[in-house]
C-alpha cells in the first residue's frame, strides 16, 4: 500500500512536533532543577530582573543540553566536555546586567559566549 505525500507530510510533522515538544520538557526539567541554584544576583530594573532571570536559566539549561549532546556524541573527551561547560557556565554567570540578558535573548549560546561575553572582556 503507498502512502500519499499529504500522509508522510502529517506523519514526518507530527514526529517533528514530538521531538521538539521531548525537546522543550527536558529543556524545563533543566531550568527547574537550576532554579535551586545560587545565582548571581542581576542588576537593571525590577521588571528587565525578572525577565533576564527567565532568560539566563534558559540559556543555562541550553548549556547543559548541549553539554549533553556533546558527550553522547564524543564520550571519550569527558574531561575536557566538562571542563568546558564549567568554564563556559561561569563565564555567562559573570553576566549580571538584565539587559544584556534582555539583548541577548534570541542568541544562541555559542553566541552569547564568543560574542557578548568577548565584547564585555569576560
Do not use: F
Not at 517533528?16 to 530594573?45: D, T, V
Not at 563565564?91 to 535573548?105: C, M, Q, V, Y
Amino acid at each position: 500500500m503507498t502512502r500519499s505525500a499529504k500522509e508522510i507530510y502529517r506523519d514526518v510533522t507530527a514526529h517533528i512536533k514530538a521531538e521538539q515538544r521531548a525537546q522543550e520538557e527536558a529543556l524545563a526539567q533543566k531550568i527547574e532543577a537550576l532554579k535551586s541554584e545560587k545565582l548571581p544576583a542581576l542588576e537593571g530594573s525590577e521588571k528587565q530582573i525578572a525577565w533576564a532571570a527567565d532568560i539566563r536559566l534558559r540559556k543555562l539549561a541550553e548549556l547543559e543540553q548541549m553539554m549533553e549532546e556533546a558527550l553522547a556524541e564524543m564520550p571519550g573527551e569527558n574531561e575536557l566536555i566538562e571542563a568546558q561547560g564549567r568554564e563556559y557556565k561561569t563565564r555567562l554567570l559573570k553576566i549580571t546586567r538584565a539587559a544584556t540578558w534582555i539583548d541577548a535573548r534570541k542568541s544562541s549560546v555559542d553566541h552569547i559566549i564568543s560574542t557578548v561575553c568577548r565584547s564585555l572582556g569576560i
